[in-house]
T-cell receptor
Framework: GAGVSQSPRYKVAKRGQDVALRCDPISGHVSLFWYQQALGQGPEFLTY????????KSGLPSDRFFAERPEGSVSTLKIQRTQQEDSAVYLC?????????????FGSGTQLSVL | TQLLEQSPQFLSIQEGENLTVYCNSS?????LQWYRQEPGEGPVLLVTVVTGGEVKKLKRLTFQFGDARKDSSLHITAAQPGDTGLYLCAVDYGNNRLAFGKGNQVVVIP
């Protein structure tokens, strides 16, 4: 596709529900990243993949957060038993290569509101 | 502790005025990136600065990397409403994993 696509754009969940957020990276991009952006803050790193391998998940806030990229393209971020503090914009980004300062392309994000 | 401190947090100016925002740290970096994020969108890379003292220009935007590579500034000349957005600085701490500042929210009033 022309850019990184994320769905849904908006998600409202009741506290305790499970949610799944999808990311379609730019075709051919090796690296895929998930970031969390709380209101009034900069994005914070959650996890990243090189092809299908999850190489770093140190930013995931708890074991309720799980990410996968089984075929090295589309990725899903799953949050189990959502809490109000999970409310944020979840951004996905991809890059063609794994090099420092390789340009990252961000999607428009999924805005998650937990009531 | 925030790795990158951005100031001011919020700035509102009239169209045609100049502005400067800052990104500071106590750490030394090999490079630093600037992004602009508009409401409802993801950040878009504007520039990467890599050399101490480096100045890069992007139309009316001028980016400077401090001599000691601990800080950076963004200067906008004759701001336009289209410059409105959240300006984020970020550093790559390996394999494209980025640490962002909290951002400078700039509003340009027509």
């Amino acid at each position: 596709g022309a850019g990184v696509s994320q769905s849904p754009r908006y998600k409202v969940a009741k506290r305790g529900q499970d949610v799944a957020l999808r990311c379609d990276p730019i075709s051919g991009h090796v690296s895929l990243f998930w970031y969390q952006q709380a209101l009034g803050q900069g994005p914070e790193f959650l996890t990243y993949f090189q092809n299908e391998a999850q190489l770093d998940k140190s930013g995931l806030p708890s074991d309720r957060f799980f990410a996968e990229r089984p075929e090295g393209s589309v990725s899903t971020l799953k949050i189990q038993r959502t809490q109000q503090e999970d409310s944020a914009v979840y951004l996905c980004a991809s890059s063609f290569r794994v090099l420092t300062n390789e340009k990252l392309f961000f999607g428009s994000g999924t805005q998650l509101s937990v009531l | 502790t925030q790795l990158l401190e951005q100031s001011p947090q919020f700035l509102s100016i009239q169209e045609g005025e100049n502005l400067t925002v800052y990104c500071n740290s106590s750490s030394v970096f090999s490079s630093l990136q600037w992004y602009r994020q508009e409401p409802g969108e993801g950040p878009v890379l504007l520039v990467t600065v890599v050399t101490g003292g480096e100045v890069k220009k992007l139309k009316r935007l001028t980016f400077q990397f401090g001599d000691a590579r601990k800080d950076s500034s963004l200067h906008i000349t004759a701001a336009q409403p289209g410059d409105t957005g959240l300006y984020l600085c970020a550093v790559d701490y390996g394999n494209n994993r980025l640490a962002f500042g909290k951002g400078n929210q700039v509003v340009v009033i027509p």
